[in-house]
Structures are given as structure tokens and as C-alpha cells.
Antibody
Framework: EVHLVESGEGLVQPGGSLKLSCAAS????????IYWVRQAPGKGLEYVSG????????SYADSVKGRFTISRDNSKNTVYLQMGSLRADDMAVYYC???????????????WGQGTLVTVSS | DIQMTQSPATLSASEGDRVTITCRAS??????LAWYQQKPGKAPKLLIY???TLESGVPSRFSGSGSGTEFTLTISSLQPDDFATYYC?????????FGQGTRVEIK
């Protein structure tokens, strides 16, 4: 069974930094792209960032480009999201998700972690 | 970026009702569309991908159709477990945008 477990939840001041981790199990981690999707309180879903199976290709939403960095360690079956210059509108539950169905441009998300809450407040 | 618009925003229905949710894309996305179900406090769950392919384990009362810019998710006979929020998502482009969600509530 696929398991994605996020960690790194925390309260950070505006302008601060936080690093999230996503530990994966139950599948061949190095064969899949992994993504982060977030959901602000009471709001909808927003794609944040993604990384290819070998780490060679990364993508970011315009809203986080230049502030967030995604990386992965296939020896540890873990993906990371380093978040910097955090703003109030970055406050959300961050989900780690597995990508599926690569069509040359995008993927859908077939497995989701339980999410980890990032709170940005002074 | 491709914009995804769902309608209605909220839908009130009774158990046993046939329910249809619409998702429109701002430009053609072929059949690169997925549907998700989310219950309060839980992660979303994949229901349908490539517009009409049912994910393994998803009840057959769920179905998807459409291509190009207009898509529908249909629940043939609403069950108590189906009261939730539903999201569409396009994966035709790197932006991978979601619709704003449709909340299905008890009438």
C-alpha cells in the first residue's frame, strides 16, 4: 500500500523559512514524480511544486517561484520542500502527492499524504 | 494558465438522487482531466482520471465524461458516503490547475 507521510508542521513568522519532508513507502519511489499541493483554510486545492523521478526536472507555481525549492533523496525515499520568504497567503495544509499518468506536460495525483499544516503569523 | 470553472459551487441533494457536476476549461485540455473527492479534515481521493477512467476501488456509481473544454462528473445514485466536496483538475499543462470545488450537501 502506498504511504506518503508529511512532516515539518510549524508556526513561522512572515518572512521566515520552513522545511517540509515527505517520506514515502509501499512503492518504487525512484520511479515516480512527487508533488506538493496545498489548501488554505476553507479554500480549494492549489498546485505548488513537483519533481521528476530522478530529481532532474522541477516545477513551481508562479506564486512560489523563487521562494520555494523542491528536492528529493531517492536513497531515503524522501522529498523535501524548502520554503522561504513565507507570507500570510502561504498558510495552508501542504499535501505530498504521487504523480501518475505523465502525458508530456502534466500528471494527475493518485495517492495523497495526510497533509501537514504551515501557519504563517506574527 | 488554464482556468478551471466548476458548477454549481454547492449542490443540495438527497440520498438516491442522480447528481451531475460540471467542469469547464478555459481552453482545450483533450481528455486530461481528473476528479477528486474530499471529505472534511481528510486528504482528497482520486476518483476518475483521463476524463472517464474510474480509479481502482471507486464505486461504479461514479462516472465521468467529456473532452475538450467541458466535462461532467455524475453520481448515479447518491449514497450517504458521497456527501463531500468534489474537485476537477486539468493535467494538460504544467500548471495542473484545479477547479474551485463543488460541495455536495444533504438536502
Amino acid at each position: 500500500e502506498v504511504h506518503l507521510v508529511e512532516s515539518g508542521e510549524g508556526l513561522v513568522q512572515p518572512g521566515g523559512s520552513l522545511k517540509l519532508s515527505c517520506a514515502a513507502s509501499g512503492f518504487t519511489f525512484s520511479s515516480y514524480a512527487i508533488y506538493w499541493v496545498r489548501q488554505a483554510p476553507g479554500k480549494g486545492l492549489e498546485y505548488v511544486s513537483g519533481i521528476s523521478n530522478d530529481g532532474g526536472v522541477t516545477s513551481y507555481a508562479d506564486s512560489v517561484k523563487g521562494r520555494f525549492t523542491i528536492s528529493r533523496d531517492n536513497s531515503k525515499n524522501t522529498v523535501y520542500l524548502q520554503m522561504g520568504s513565507l507570507r500570510a497567503d502561504d498558510m495552508a495544509v501542504y499535501y505530498c502527492v504521487r504523480g501518475q499518468g505523465w502525458n508530456g506536460a502534466g500528471t494527475y495525483f493518485d495517492s495523497w499524504g495526510q497533509g501537514t499544516l504551515v501557519t504563517v503569523s506574527s | 494558465d488554464i482556468q478551471m470553472t466548476q458548477s454549481p459551487a454547492t449542490l443540495s441533494a438527497s440520498e438516491g438522487d442522480r447528481v451531475t457536476i460540471t467542469c469547464r476549461a478555459s481552453q482545450s485540455i483533450s481528455s486530461w482531466l481528473a476528479w477528486y473527492q474530499q471529505k472534511p479534515g481528510k486528504a482528497p481521493k482520486l476518483l476518475i482520471y483521463k476524463a472517464s477512467t474510474l480509479e481502482s476501488g471507486v464505486p461504479s456509481r461514479f462516472s465521468g465524461s467529456g473532452s475538450g473544454t467541458e466535462f461532467t462528473l455524475t453520481i448515479s445514485s447518491l449514497q450517504p458516503d458521497d456527501f463531500a466536496t468534489y474537485y476537477c483538475q486539468q493535467y494538460n499543462s504544467y500548471s495542473r490547475t484545479f477547479g474551485q470545488g463543488t460541495r455536495v450537501e444533504i438536502k
